[in-house]
């Protein structure tokens, strides 16, 4: 097989055997008796420690009634962002799109706010329960255009369990 190939397969693999090792760590979890933000805090440990190109992960909520977006827990760098107006960078957007997003360059984004210049990209996936959306995880990566389809499926499948213990 050409090397550059099969050395794509090999990423390609490694990746989803990556997620997959880890979906069984996010039910157990999830499963404890621990205050939420304890497990929301454990999955963004277990997240950002396990995939190499997850430098930061936090999770974003609603916060009350109002138009914007509050930190909860996250694993990485602090952050000044632990508020975020709807509609503001690209968090906000998510909170009014309700779509995933992935941005595979940060600089090619006008409407991004900066919490790292070592952030090169990021995914957002919003959290639906019972069909709103009431907040959203968060990756940071310091690696160029890391995500696809496997990351919005894993951090789906991880947002549709987190919201059963909300
Ligand atoms: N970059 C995000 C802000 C949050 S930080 O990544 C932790 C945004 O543009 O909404």
Request: with cysteine; aromatic share 10%; charged share 25%.
């Amino acid at each position: 097989m050409p090397l550059l190939k099969s050395t794509f397969l090999n990423t390609f693999t490694k990746k989803m055997n990556m997620q997959n090792e880890l979906r069984p760590k996010v039910l157990a979890i999830l499963n404890t008796n621990a205050e939420v933000n304890a497990r929301l805090q454990d999955i963004c440990d277990l997240l950002q420690e396990n995939i190499s190109y997850y430098d930061w992960v936090g999770f974003y909520f609603k916060n009350g009634t109002k138009e914007e977006l509050k930190l909860g827990p996250y694993s990485g760098e602090p952050t000044d962002h632990t508020i975020i107006p709807f509609g503001k960078g690209i968090c906000g957007q998510v909170a009014l799109s309700n779509e995933n997003f992935i941005v595979p360059d940060v600089k090619a984004q006008d409407n991004y706010i900066a919490c790292s210049i070592n952030v090169k990209a990021e995914i957002v996936v919003p959290l639906f329960v019972n069909g709103e959306n009431i907040g959203q995880i968060d990756i940071d990566s310091n690696t160029p255009d890391p995500f696809n389809k496997d990351d919005e499926d894993f951090l789906e499948f991880v947002n549709k369990q987190v919201a059963k213990i909300l």
